[in-house]
């Protein structure tokens, strides 16, 4: 490997921490300046496709509804397609506990990014996440 995709893989690493850094704090605005505003941007959220305006409502209007969200994002791999895109995976845990009632929900799944440099910075244009539900004890 050389030197160039050494540091795209760092710099994708370190944004790939960035975000789950967000997710922690439950800060939607945090979470949403990781994805690209470009027309190509969707998700795949449980086998649902995603636009950048759903993901968005769906994140503002989730995130202020969590008492407190544990996130980690494990097994990170990162490939460099090219000089400006990058393919990142992970598997994941979260544990959330919801405000109010108090509920407890884990959640455990794997993700994958397209990132691509935007602007001169790594952004999420295309993804896929899947997470099935099951209570914690």
């Known amino acids: 490997m050389n030197t160039e995709q ?3 893989k760092s710099a994708v ?5 960035s975000f789950e850094t967000a997710e922690r ?13 470009v027309p190509e941007f969707y998700f795949y959220h449980d086998g649902r496709r995603a636009t950048r305006e ?3 409502a769906g994140i503002r209007k989730a995130l202020p ?9 494990a097994d990170v791999e990162v490939s460099a397609l090219g000089t400006d895109d990058a393919l990142a995976s992970a598997t994941f845990t979260r ?3 919801i405000e109010g009632t108090g509920a407890a929900v884990r959640q455990q799944g794997a993700v994958s990014w397209l990132w691509r440099k935007v602007g001169g910075q ?3 244009v295309q993804g896929h996440i899947s997470h099935p539900l099951e209570a914690v004890k």
């Open 25 to 37: 704090a439950r800060d939607a605005e945090g979470v949403l300046a990781h994805y690209a505003s």
């Open 65 to 73: 509804a969590v008492r407190s969200l544990n996130v980690t994002y």
């Open 95 to 97: 544990e959330i506990v």
């Open 13 to 17: 690493t370190a944004r790939v921490r």
């Open 6 to 8: 050494e540091g795209l």
């Open 54 to 56: 759903v993901m968005s």
């Open 122 to 124: 790594w952004l999420i």
